[in-house]
């Protein structure tokens, strides 16, 4: 019982630095990444839609994004779409691409990213926090209804502790790389 408990922790700590990860890869850096635009949909025929399922995204130069749609139809919308983002980047129309020039971050813009970077970090270590405290709470009402020895209980706490200690550790190294990677130039 306490094997499926800890199993399960582990689990769900691991989806919370994936979860981590993939909102820390759309804090934009210097460089032109196309995970940039992940979170960004588009009305096509009426249903929002990723934007990457209705276009092909590249980044041609280590400065500069571009979106070319397979329907030219919604260009219009794609780039309203990208306006309407928080990525603070004005897309450029020729009629058949959209191409996204990424600006030179300045330091104080790299502070605040780094900033965002760390607030994000926080709450991942919130929700390792919350997971831990759910399965020690498990464990607690196993050991009170007498179905596991005090003995296992505590052991059972312990290793749970020890996978919180460890995500956390995981969180901060993942932060400390995203923000080293926006703080350089």
Known sequence: MINDILKDTENRMNLSIESLRTELSRIRTGKANISLLDG????????????????????????????????????GEIEKALQASDLGITPNNDGTVIRL?????????????????????????????????????????????????????????????????DAIKQVDSVVAEKEKEVLEF
């Open 101 to 165: 020039p990424l600006p030179q971050l300045t330091q104080e813009v790299r502070e605040d990213l780094a900033k965002q970077a760390r607030k994000r970090g926080e709450d991942a270590k919130v929700s390792v926090r919350n997971i831990r405290r759910d399965a020690n709470d498990q464990i607690k009402k196993l050991e009170k209804a007498k179905e596991i020895p005090e003995d296992d209980s505590k052991s059972g706490q312990d290793d749970v502790q020890k996978l919180t200690d």
């Open 40 to 75: 960004i949909t588009v009305p096509y025929y009426g249903t929002p839609t990723p934007l990457n399922q209705v276009a092909n995204i590249s980044a041609p130069e280590p400065r500069l994004l571009t979106v070319q749609p397979w329907d030219k139809a919604i260009i």
